[in-house]
Structures are given as C-alpha cells and as structure tokens.
C-alpha cells in the first residue's frame, strides 16, 4: 500500500484543529502509522502572527496521491481554512503532503523538496517519523540535524501530541482487531 507523510500546520485554534485535522485524516486518507511530536515554531514571513503548532503524520492509504491531494483540500475547507492570496496568513489548518512511496520498498518520491531543505518546522517533524528514508542521498534524520541550532527556539506541545497520538494507537487497535 502507499505510503503518505503529511505535514501539519495551524496558527488559530490549534490546540483544537490538529487532532481535528487527525480523525479527518483517519476518516479520508488513511490509517495513521506514526506521528511527530507537536512544535510551537514562529511564523514565516508573518511576523506578529500568532505562532504555529507543527507535526507530521505517516499514514498508509489505499488512494492515490492525486486523490489524497484533493481529500487534504477538503478536510482542510471543512475544518475552516480559507485560501487568500497571502501565503503567510494565518489559517486553522495546512495539511500538505510531502514525502510519498508507492509501497514500502518502493524509491521515495519528494513533493515539498524547498520545504525540506529550508524550513525546520518541516524537516524535523518528517524526520521523526521517516527518519531513515532518503533525501538526496542521506537519511532524513541527518537533514533534520542541520536545523538543531534554529529549533532551538520551538516549544514542545507534549499535551496536543497525546491527543494526536490516540489517533495513531486506535488505528493500530483497528488494524490488530483488539
């Protein structure tokens, strides 16, 4: 089966629309398999906006990308997201496929490769949990290592990643049959 990571952003209301984002995850794309820990990163390009919280989910589909793409677009419209032509404008959720394989085995194809490289509010979470798949030749935890200095200054959410956790752990029961 394909293999999905989705990064997540929010900037209003965040601590209510990342697990929100998670169960409509679940309901349209896919069964979560992992999930990063939960920052709280400045804004980019948006100074004086609230800060974000920031995590990335793994999750295992049966669709294809075009139509993971198009479900991302309608969660993100049903949890209340509104598209300006702002790219930096705060938003209730972002959910923005990054890395995809067509099975396990399968080469890893990158969707987000500018994101990668300059943003660790990107990297380090999609690190967490594909930490040895390749980027340009070398794992992505070794990528995420260059941000070190600049994630310094995120927050962890520990009490949002319990939520967005319950999410993972009940697929995985939903998957065993416990």
């Known amino acids: 089966?394909?293999?999905?990571?989705?990064?997540?952003g929010s900037n209003i209301a965040a601590e209510h629309h990342l697990p929100q984002a998670m169960r409509g995850l679940k309901e349209t794309v896919g069964r979560?398999?992992?999930v990063s820990r939960v920052y709280e990163t400045p804004p980019v390009g948006a100074p004086g906006t609230p800060w974000f919280l920031n995590a990335?989910?793994?999750?295992?589909?049966d669709r294809s990308l075009s139509a993971v793409r198009m479900a991302l677009r309608r969660l993100e419209s049903r949890l209340g997201r509104v598209r300006t032509q702002d790219p930096n404008a705060p938003r209730?959720?972002?959910?923005d496929p990054v890395l995809w394989r067509d099975a396990?085995?399968?080469?890893v194809r990158v969707l987000a490769?500018?994101?990668l490289l300059q943003y660790a509010h990107t990297a380090i979470p999609v690190a967490e949990v594909v930490p040895d798949w390749p980027f340009q030749g070398r794992?992505?935890?070794?990528?995420?290592r260059r941000f070190q200095t600049q994630a310094r200054g995120f927050r962890l959410r520990p009490e949002v990643h319990a939520l967005l956790l319950r999410w993972v752990e009940g697929a995985a029961r939903d998957a065993s049959g416990t």
Do not use: K
Not at 56 to 61: G, I, N, Q, S
Not at 104 to 107: E, K, V
């Open 32 to 34: 979560p398999l992992r």
């Open 139 to 144: 794992p992505l935890r070794d990528w995420a």
């Open 113 to 115: 490769m500018r994101d």
């Open 104 to 107: 396990a085995d399968a080469p």
């Open 56 to 61: 990335a989910v793994l999750l295992e589909t």
């Open 92 to 95: 209730t959720i972002d959910l």
């Open 1 to 8: 089966m394909p293999l999905v990571v989705v990064v997540m």
